[in-house]
């Protein structure tokens, strides 16, 4: 069974409870390195333990949250192992995946709703890397 990192701001804290029972339904652990209530935080504080924490290897891969995606995004891509994708729809989400090679999906909880949501997470979470020409470009994506 795979382990999902979660994280999320105030904003995204109601999608990631629903993103949570999703999780369990579909048979994931996951762990949750916050916010856990919805009063107002900062995203960073909880985007680079995630980070963290899919470097390390301690989840396998993660999910992540903020009312537009772009600031949980910004925060998460600093971190050199990671490939951070905003995805708003199914489509973006697999091609995230066999294209990209993102290990952490963004959802910008302000702009989808939970059926999204879940289309989103089931792309994301069931699409493997294609690799081939794809993995030429990964390659050149870190700074060394």
Not at 71 to 80: D, F
Request: hydrophobic residues 40%; aromatic residues 8%.
């Amino acid at each position: 069974m795979k382990t999902v990192g979660l994280a999320s701001d105030h904003a995204g804290f109601d999608l990631k409870q629903q993103v949570k029972a999703w999780l369990e339904a579909n048979g994931y652990a996951y762990k949750d390195f916050g916010a856990f209530t919805g009063d107002r935080c900062d995203y960073p504080d909880y985007a680079h333990p995630l980070a963290e924490a899919v470097e390390a290897g301690t989840v396998e891969g993660g999910i992540a949250l903020c009312g537009s995606g772009n600031g949980i995004s910004m925060t998460l891509n600093k971190h050199q192992g990671i490939r951070a994708a905003i995805c708003w729809n199914g489509e973006l989400a697999t091609l995230a995946r066999e294209h990209n090679d993102a290990n952490v999906l963004v959802l910008p909880a302000r702009f989808v709703d939970r059926r999204t949501a879940e289309e989103i997470l089931n792309a994301f979470l069931s699409t493997a890397f294609s690799g081939g020409r794809h993995l030429q470009r990964i390659n050149k994506i870190p700074l060394h």
